[in-house]
């Protein structure tokens, strides 16, 4: 790797901070290490045979290049992450012909771990396809402009909220679904009818896939089933309509396709552990 990239930005906390921040109670869990940003990284090439001691994280904005781990290569482009866990030998560089631009971060703490495995992260699957690369940038650039300025603990805290939201992002970036694949149709059309029957086997058929697909879908996505999904929906607009209409729980059950009033108000407060008259009751705000 050369000597520095025209214009690029970096920020390496020192040791002696690091360990300090990993004793503390509030940023042990994570702590942002290293942060930069590499425009138009001609020739960028990294190679670490034992692995990093952090997780590092890539982003990239324009241009190509390459993560290998465990003898699979990945291709980036821009609008493109991967995640490179702690430990793992790994080589990521520049394409020649259209040399990348990547922001980038390495991470330490106890919830590192556990935050990727949110997003099924791992050095076997470590790419996200970004939905909002301006976000993901701009929480990098929050965090490298942070440690830029000073070192100091509550500055350290700031970017560990930053990090926070950023793994949540590419969690969010990696499980949900993609404009028009089998989930996202899905999930568009128990939204669209959310007070209507559903069946799931003719939802289905209706987005190309099987009904166990369907449901190992929708479990992966949301961690429960099709119909619990739509369940979750109804519940929402029951507890608008509890809280901003004096509607009689009846016209509620009705509005959000319950027939049965009494069956509603028992899963009512199976999920909420009230009734919907005790749950308008509650003082809120």
């Not at 390496?12 to 360990?19: A, F, G, T």
């Not at 690369?133 to 990098?140: K, M, Q």
Request: with cysteine; proline share 6%.
């Amino acid at each position: 790797m050369q000597d520095g990239f025209h214009n690029e930005r970096l920020s390496v906390l020192p040791r002696s901070v690091v360990k300090d921040a990993l004793g503390r109670r509030l940023l042990r869990r994570l702590v942002v290490t290293h942060a930069g940003y590499y425009p138009r990284a001609e020739t960028h090439l990294m190679e670490r045979p034992g692995g990093a001691p952090e997780t590092i994280l890539l982003v990239c904005t324009d241009g190509t290049g390459f993560v290998e781990m465990l003898g699979q290569q990945h291709r980036l482009g821009a609008g493109h992450a991967v995640v490179i866990p702690s430990g793992v030998p790994h080589v990521y560089g520049a394409a020649a012909d259209r040399p990348w631009s990547i922001w980038w971060c390495h991470l330490q703490g106890s919830d590192v771990g556990e935050l990727l495995s949110v997003g099924e992260l791992d050095a076997l699957r470590p790419l996200v396809v970004l939905r909002n690369v301006e976000r993901v940038v701009a929480l990098l650039d929050e965090i490298l402009s942070t440690l830029e300025r000073d070192h100091a603990p509550v500055r350290l805290l700031a970017t560990t909220a930053a990090a926070w939201r950023l793994l949540a992002q590419l969690a969010v970036d990696r499980l949900e679904p993609a404009p028009g694949d089998p989930l996202e149709r899905a999930m568009e059309y128990v939204k669209d009818r959310v007070d209507g029957p559903l069946r799931v086997p003719e939802l289905a058929a209706m987005v190309g896939v099987s009904p166990s697909r369907l449901g190992a879908l929708f479990r992966r996505a949301t961690g429960g089933g099709v119909i619990a999904y739509q369940t979750s929906l109804r519940m929402a607009r029951a507890r608008h309509l509890l809280d901003t209409t004096a509607a009689p729980v009846k016209a509620v059950a009705d509005e959000i396709g319950y027939d049965d009033p009494y069956y509603f108000s028992r899963l009512f407060r199976r999920i909420h552990d009230v009734s919907p008259s005790e749950y308008r009751r509650r003082v809120k705000g």
